[in-house]
């Protein structure tokens, strides 16, 4: 840790990548209603929290799985069709690991 870091840890790429993702989450979780913004909130910090400590920090490929398919459900909670987690597919879950 250098004096840049401010003492924190560098994040890696795919650190920042998840970052980016989750507050991607929050963003428009804010243009929702506000029961929908809690729901979308609760659920994404759970989720989130879930697969911190249940998914290996080595399984990149798992990693970037979990990416694309967030990526692809905030596509869908940003659509305006959506109104809130009730209106889309919010699945993160292990059952859905890609087959090597």
């Not at 729901?39 to 994404?44: C, G, K, L, N, P």
């Amino acid at each position: 840790m250098g004096p840049s870091t401010g003492g924190r840890a560098r994040l890696s790429g795919m650190q920042k990548q998840v970052l980016s993702l989750y507050r991607g989450f929050l963003r428009v979780a804010r243009s929702k209603s506000p029961e929908d913004r809690r729901q979308i909130e609760s659920f994404v910090s759970a989720e989130f929290r879930r697969n911190s400590k249940q998914v290996d920090r080595k399984n990149f490929i798992y990693i970037e799985y979990l990416l694309r398919l967030g990526k692809k459900q905030l596509e869908q909670l940003n659509s305006p069709d959506t109104v809130g987690l009730s209106s889309m597919d919010a699945t993160f879950s292990e059952t859905e690991k890609p087959k090597n």
